[in-house]
Protein backbone atom coordinates (compact mmCIF):
# COMPACT_ATOMS: atom_id res chain seq x y z
CA UNK A 1 0.00 0.00 0.00
CA UNK A 2 1.68 3.43 -1.34
CA UNK A 3 -0.03 6.42 0.99
CA UNK A 4 0.80 10.39 0.43
CA UNK A 5 2.04 12.28 3.01
CA UNK A 6 2.48 15.63 3.67
CA UNK A 7 6.29 16.25 4.05
CA UNK A 8 6.97 19.69 4.34
CA UNK A 9 5.14 23.21 4.11
CA UNK A 10 5.96 27.06 3.35
CA UNK A 11 3.43 29.94 3.05
CA UNK A 12 2.90 33.23 2.24
CA UNK A 13 1.31 36.67 2.94
CA UNK A 14 2.01 40.23 2.14
CA UNK A 15 3.35 42.36 4.45
CA UNK A 16 0.60 45.11 3.72
CA UNK A 17 -2.17 44.89 6.13
CA UNK A 18 -6.09 46.22 5.61
CA UNK A 19 -7.77 46.89 8.85
CA UNK A 20 -11.62 46.94 9.75
CA UNK A 21 -10.71 50.78 10.49
CA UNK A 22 -9.00 51.38 6.80
CA UNK A 23 -12.77 49.97 5.31
CA UNK A 24 -14.77 52.36 7.60
CA UNK A 25 -13.55 55.00 5.02
CA UNK A 26 -13.97 53.37 2.06
CA UNK A 27 -17.50 51.95 2.70
CA UNK A 28 -20.06 52.77 5.60
CA UNK A 29 -18.94 49.66 7.58
CA UNK A 30 -17.44 49.72 11.02
CA UNK A 31 -15.29 47.03 13.21
CA UNK A 32 -17.85 46.17 15.27
CA UNK A 33 -20.53 45.58 12.22
CA UNK A 34 -17.33 43.57 10.45
CA UNK A 35 -16.49 41.60 13.89
CA UNK A 36 -19.96 40.46 15.14
CA UNK A 37 -20.40 39.09 11.27
CA UNK A 38 -17.20 37.06 10.09
CA UNK A 39 -15.04 37.80 12.88
CA UNK A 40 -12.45 39.51 10.54
CA UNK A 41 -9.90 42.19 12.32
CA UNK A 42 -7.97 42.84 9.38
CA UNK A 43 -6.37 41.38 6.35
CA UNK A 44 -3.45 41.09 4.08
CA UNK A 45 -3.47 42.78 0.94
CA UNK A 46 -0.99 42.16 -2.41
CA UNK A 47 0.50 45.41 -3.52
CA UNK A 48 2.71 46.76 -6.40
CA UNK A 49 1.26 45.18 -9.32
CA UNK A 50 1.77 41.50 -8.83
CA UNK A 51 -0.23 38.60 -9.07
CA UNK A 52 -0.61 35.22 -7.70
CA UNK A 53 2.31 33.87 -8.99
CA UNK A 54 4.36 36.04 -6.66
CA UNK A 55 2.71 34.43 -3.34
CA UNK A 56 3.08 31.20 -4.73
CA UNK A 57 6.81 31.29 -5.55
CA UNK A 58 7.50 32.67 -2.25
CA UNK A 59 5.68 29.82 -0.53
CA UNK A 60 7.27 27.15 -2.92
CA UNK A 61 10.83 28.45 -2.34
CA UNK A 62 10.23 28.85 1.76
CA UNK A 63 9.05 24.54 1.47
CA UNK A 64 11.99 24.05 -0.73
CA UNK A 65 14.25 25.45 1.43
CA UNK A 66 12.67 24.17 5.06
CA UNK A 67 12.39 20.56 3.45
CA UNK A 68 15.71 20.59 1.33
CA UNK A 69 14.69 18.94 -1.42
CA UNK A 70 16.43 19.78 -4.77
CA UNK A 71 13.71 21.36 -7.31
CA UNK A 72 14.55 19.18 -9.81
CA UNK A 73 13.22 16.20 -8.03
CA UNK A 74 9.74 17.97 -8.14
CA UNK A 75 7.78 15.80 -10.45
CA UNK A 76 5.42 18.00 -10.58
CA UNK A 77 3.27 20.99 -9.67
CA UNK A 78 -0.30 21.26 -8.84
CA UNK A 79 -1.98 24.77 -7.83
CA UNK A 80 -5.88 25.28 -6.58
CA UNK A 81 -6.86 28.88 -7.58
CA UNK A 82 -9.57 31.04 -8.53
CA UNK A 83 -7.44 34.19 -9.33
CA UNK A 84 -4.62 32.64 -11.55
CA UNK A 85 -2.39 35.28 -13.22
CA UNK A 86 -3.72 34.66 -16.54
CA UNK A 87 -6.69 33.11 -17.87
CA UNK A 88 -3.81 30.91 -19.68
CA UNK A 89 -1.57 29.77 -19.47
CA UNK A 90 -1.82 27.88 -16.40
CA UNK A 91 -0.29 29.74 -13.10
CA UNK A 92 1.34 26.52 -11.89
CA UNK A 93 3.67 26.51 -15.15
CA UNK A 94 4.83 30.19 -14.12
CA UNK A 95 5.80 28.83 -10.05
CA UNK A 96 7.91 25.65 -11.26
CA UNK A 97 9.56 27.84 -14.20
CA UNK A 98 10.41 30.38 -11.28
CA UNK A 99 11.17 28.03 -8.75
CA UNK A 100 13.55 25.79 -10.41
CA UNK A 101 11.20 22.55 -10.79
CA UNK A 102 12.26 22.56 -14.31
CA UNK A 103 11.03 18.54 -14.12
CA UNK A 104 7.31 18.83 -12.79
CA UNK A 105 4.31 18.88 -15.04
CA UNK A 106 1.50 21.91 -14.03
CA UNK A 107 -1.65 21.89 -13.98
CA UNK A 108 -4.00 24.48 -12.05
CA UNK A 109 -7.03 23.14 -10.25
CA UNK A 110 -10.57 25.08 -9.54
CA UNK A 111 -12.91 24.74 -7.43
CA UNK A 112 -13.40 27.57 -5.11
CA UNK A 113 -12.67 27.99 -1.56
CA UNK A 114 -12.97 24.15 -1.75
CA UNK A 115 -10.26 23.72 -3.93
CA UNK A 116 -7.17 23.30 -1.10
CA UNK A 117 -9.57 19.62 -0.16
CA UNK A 118 -9.73 19.02 -4.21
CA UNK A 119 -6.26 19.04 -4.50
CA UNK A 120 -5.01 17.32 -1.78
CA UNK A 121 -7.11 14.52 -3.20
CA UNK A 122 -5.84 14.82 -6.57
CA UNK A 123 -2.20 15.02 -5.67
CA UNK A 124 -2.74 12.38 -3.58
CA UNK A 125 -4.02 9.71 -6.33
CA UNK A 126 -0.90 10.73 -8.32
CA UNK A 127 1.15 9.36 -5.70
CA UNK A 128 -1.23 6.28 -4.78
CA UNK A 129 -0.66 5.27 -8.35
CA UNK A 130 2.90 4.80 -8.08
CA UNK A 131 3.94 6.41 -10.94
CA UNK A 132 5.21 9.52 -8.76
CA UNK A 133 7.23 10.12 -5.71
CA UNK A 134 7.04 13.97 -5.47
CA UNK A 135 4.87 16.35 -5.82
CA UNK A 136 4.45 20.11 -4.71
CA UNK A 137 0.73 21.40 -4.36
CA UNK A 138 -0.28 25.43 -3.88
CA UNK A 139 -3.33 26.85 -2.52
CA UNK A 140 -3.98 30.27 -2.99
CA UNK A 141 -5.93 33.43 -4.44
CA UNK A 142 -5.33 36.96 -4.51
CA UNK A 143 -8.86 37.73 -3.32
CA UNK A 144 -8.48 41.78 -3.36
CA UNK A 145 -7.78 41.49 -6.95
CA UNK A 146 -11.67 40.76 -7.01
CA UNK A 147 -12.99 42.20 -4.61
CA UNK A 148 -15.38 44.97 -4.57
CA UNK A 149 -14.73 47.88 -2.58
CA UNK A 150 -18.10 49.84 -3.19
CA UNK A 151 -20.03 46.56 -1.89
CA UNK A 152 -19.76 46.67 2.13
CA UNK A 153 -21.13 43.51 2.17
CA UNK A 154 -18.24 41.51 0.95
CA UNK A 155 -15.83 44.12 0.48
CA UNK A 156 -14.38 43.10 4.36
CA UNK A 157 -14.22 39.41 3.50
CA UNK A 158 -11.28 38.44 1.61
CA UNK A 159 -7.90 38.80 2.14
CA UNK A 160 -4.26 37.49 -0.01
CA UNK A 161 -2.29 34.69 1.19
CA UNK A 162 -1.25 31.65 0.05
CA UNK A 163 0.49 28.10 1.09
CA UNK A 164 2.33 25.27 -0.54
CA UNK A 165 2.56 21.50 0.68
CA UNK A 166 5.17 18.98 -0.40
CA UNK A 167 3.45 15.30 -0.83
CA UNK A 168 5.30 12.07 -1.12
CA UNK A 169 4.34 8.52 -1.28
CA UNK A 170 5.08 6.35 2.09
CA UNK A 171 4.32 2.48 3.23
CA UNK A 172 3.35 3.54 6.42
CA UNK A 173 -0.29 4.21 7.42
CA UNK A 174 -0.37 7.69 7.77
CA UNK A 175 -0.89 11.06 5.44
CA UNK A 176 -3.97 11.81 3.30
CA UNK A 177 -6.19 8.92 4.49
CA UNK A 178 -9.50 9.43 3.14
CA UNK A 179 -11.45 12.71 1.60
CA UNK A 180 -14.67 13.39 0.97
CA UNK A 181 -16.17 15.66 -2.05
CA UNK A 182 -19.31 17.13 -2.94
CA UNK A 183 -20.88 20.25 -5.43
CA UNK A 184 -24.23 21.07 -6.23
CA UNK A 185 -24.38 23.56 -9.23
CA UNK A 186 -27.89 25.13 -8.37
CA UNK A 187 -25.62 27.27 -5.82
CA UNK A 188 -24.25 29.05 -9.47
CA UNK A 189 -26.47 32.45 -8.48
CA UNK A 190 -25.53 33.01 -5.12
CA UNK A 191 -21.75 32.92 -5.23
CA UNK A 192 -19.60 33.80 -8.47
CA UNK A 193 -18.29 36.59 -10.59
CA UNK A 194 -20.86 37.22 -13.40
CA UNK A 195 -18.63 37.88 -15.81
CA UNK A 196 -15.08 37.36 -17.60
CA UNK A 197 -16.06 33.71 -18.99
CA UNK A 198 -17.55 32.66 -22.03
CA UNK A 199 -21.09 32.83 -20.64
CA UNK A 200 -20.63 36.62 -20.00
CA UNK A 201 -17.71 38.30 -21.81
CA UNK A 202 -16.13 41.62 -20.80
CA UNK A 203 -17.44 44.44 -21.97
CA UNK A 204 -17.52 48.03 -20.98
CA UNK A 205 -21.33 47.60 -19.12
CA UNK A 206 -19.64 44.85 -17.28
CA UNK A 207 -16.72 46.73 -16.05
CA UNK A 208 -19.18 49.20 -14.87
CA UNK A 209 -21.10 47.08 -13.29
CA UNK A 210 -18.75 45.31 -10.97
CA UNK A 211 -19.12 42.09 -12.51
CA UNK A 212 -15.64 40.58 -12.86
CA UNK A 213 -15.86 41.05 -9.05
CA UNK A 214 -17.33 38.47 -6.24
CA UNK A 215 -20.97 38.28 -6.40
CA UNK A 216 -22.48 36.68 -3.28
CA UNK A 217 -26.17 36.25 -1.55
CA UNK A 218 -24.80 36.60 2.08
CA UNK A 219 -27.56 34.90 3.59
CA UNK A 220 -28.09 31.45 1.05
CA UNK A 221 -24.39 31.04 1.14
CA UNK A 222 -24.20 31.14 4.90
CA UNK A 223 -26.82 28.47 5.04
CA UNK A 224 -25.56 26.14 2.82
CA UNK A 225 -22.42 26.30 4.19
CA UNK A 226 -23.03 25.64 7.70
CA UNK A 227 -25.14 22.63 7.06
CA UNK A 228 -22.62 21.44 4.28
CA UNK A 229 -19.35 21.87 6.04
CA UNK A 230 -20.48 20.22 9.16
CA UNK A 231 -22.34 17.63 7.71
CA UNK A 232 -19.22 16.29 5.88
CA UNK A 233 -17.30 16.79 8.38
CA UNK A 234 -19.12 14.44 10.30
CA UNK A 235 -19.54 12.42 7.79
CA UNK A 236 -15.74 11.64 7.24
CA UNK A 237 -15.30 11.35 11.09
CA UNK A 238 -17.91 8.65 11.44
CA UNK A 239 -16.64 6.87 7.95
CA UNK A 240 -13.01 6.76 10.10
CA UNK A 241 -14.19 5.66 13.64
CA UNK A 242 -12.50 8.62 15.08
CA UNK A 243 -14.47 9.98 17.79
CA UNK A 244 -14.03 13.35 19.64
CA UNK A 245 -11.43 12.15 22.04
CA UNK A 246 -8.82 11.19 19.20
CA UNK A 247 -9.10 14.57 16.84
CA UNK A 248 -6.44 16.24 17.54
CA UNK A 249 -6.88 19.58 15.33
CA UNK A 250 -10.29 20.59 13.00
CA UNK A 251 -8.33 23.03 10.29
CA UNK A 252 -11.37 24.63 9.10
CA UNK A 253 -11.71 27.05 5.44
CA UNK A 254 -11.81 30.52 6.65
CA UNK A 255 -14.79 32.16 5.67
CA UNK A 256 -16.97 33.28 8.94
CA UNK A 257 -16.11 32.79 12.62
CA UNK A 258 -19.83 31.41 13.03
CA UNK A 259 -19.75 28.65 10.56
CA UNK A 260 -16.64 27.17 11.80
CA UNK A 261 -18.36 27.76 15.31
CA UNK A 262 -20.97 25.46 13.84
CA UNK A 263 -18.40 22.81 12.57
CA UNK A 264 -16.31 22.56 15.75
CA UNK A 265 -20.19 22.48 17.60
CA UNK A 266 -21.40 19.53 15.61
CA UNK A 267 -18.24 17.13 16.08
CA UNK A 268 -18.44 18.16 20.00
CA UNK A 269 -14.56 19.27 19.55
CA UNK A 270 -13.13 21.89 21.77
CA UNK A 271 -12.58 25.37 20.22
CA UNK A 272 -8.97 25.40 21.20
CA UNK A 273 -8.31 22.51 18.91
CA UNK A 274 -9.46 24.32 15.87
CA UNK A 275 -7.08 26.62 14.13
CA UNK A 276 -8.65 29.75 13.30
CA UNK A 277 -6.75 33.15 12.14
CA UNK A 278 -9.63 34.60 10.31
CA UNK A 279 -9.13 37.57 12.18
CA UNK A 280 -5.91 38.23 10.57
CA UNK A 281 -5.95 36.76 7.19
CA UNK A 282 -9.75 37.13 6.49
CA UNK A 283 -10.73 34.75 3.68
CA UNK A 284 -7.71 33.50 1.32
CA UNK A 285 -10.29 31.13 -0.27
CA UNK A 286 -8.27 28.25 -0.94
CA UNK A 287 -5.16 29.47 0.67
CA UNK A 288 -6.77 29.74 3.86
CA UNK A 289 -6.80 26.00 5.01
CA UNK A 290 -2.86 25.71 4.31
CA UNK A 291 -1.80 29.17 6.11
CA UNK A 292 -3.20 27.32 8.98
CA UNK A 293 -1.07 24.27 8.56
CA UNK A 294 1.68 26.49 7.93
CA UNK A 295 1.28 28.48 10.83
CA UNK A 296 0.56 25.61 13.18
CA UNK A 297 3.09 23.82 12.00
CA UNK A 298 5.40 23.67 14.93
CA UNK A 299 2.44 22.07 17.50
CA UNK A 300 1.67 19.22 15.04
CA UNK A 301 3.18 15.78 15.63
CA UNK A 302 3.13 13.10 13.99
CA UNK A 303 0.45 10.50 14.25
CA UNK A 304 -2.08 13.46 14.89
CA UNK A 305 -5.56 13.20 13.41
CA UNK A 306 -6.44 16.09 11.35
CA UNK A 307 -9.91 16.49 9.55
CA UNK A 308 -10.11 19.64 7.62
CA UNK A 309 -13.53 20.87 5.71
CA UNK A 310 -14.48 23.52 3.40
CA UNK A 311 -16.92 24.93 1.93
CA UNK A 312 -16.99 27.31 -1.51
CA UNK A 313 -18.58 28.69 -4.55
CA UNK A 314 -20.49 26.22 -7.18
CA UNK A 315 -21.57 24.98 -4.49
CA UNK A 316 -18.49 22.81 -3.92
CA UNK A 317 -17.39 21.43 -0.64
CA UNK A 318 -15.54 18.36 0.86
CA UNK A 319 -13.76 17.39 4.30
CA UNK A 320 -10.40 15.16 4.26
CA UNK A 321 -8.74 13.28 7.11
CA UNK A 322 -5.35 13.16 7.52
CA UNK A 323 -2.63 11.45 10.09
CA UNK A 324 -0.28 14.05 10.37
CA UNK A 325 3.45 12.92 8.47
CA UNK A 326 6.33 14.23 10.83
CA UNK A 327 6.96 16.27 13.85
CA UNK A 328 6.70 20.43 13.01
CA UNK A 329 8.61 21.32 15.91
CA UNK A 330 11.62 19.95 14.21
CA UNK A 331 11.91 22.09 10.87
Not at 232 to 241: D, F, H, L, S, T
Not at 279 to 292: A, D, E, M, R, V
Request: hydrophobic share 40%.
Amino acid sequence: MINAVITGIGGYVPKDKLTNEDLSKIVDTTDEWIMSRVGIKERRILRGGKAMSYMAVKAVNELITKTGIDPESVEGIICATSTSDYLFPPTSTIIACQTGCKNAFAFDLQAACSGFIYLLETVANYIRSGRYKRIIAVAGDMMTSITNYTDRTTCPLFGDGCGAILVEAIEEKIGILDSILRSDGSGLPFLLMKAGGSARMPSYETIDNHEHTVYQEGKTVFKHAVIEMANVAAEIVERNGLRKENIDWIVPHQANLRIIDAAANRLEVSIEKVMINIQKYGNTSSGSIPLCLWEWEPKLKKGDNLILAAFGAGFTWGAAYLKWGYDGSDT
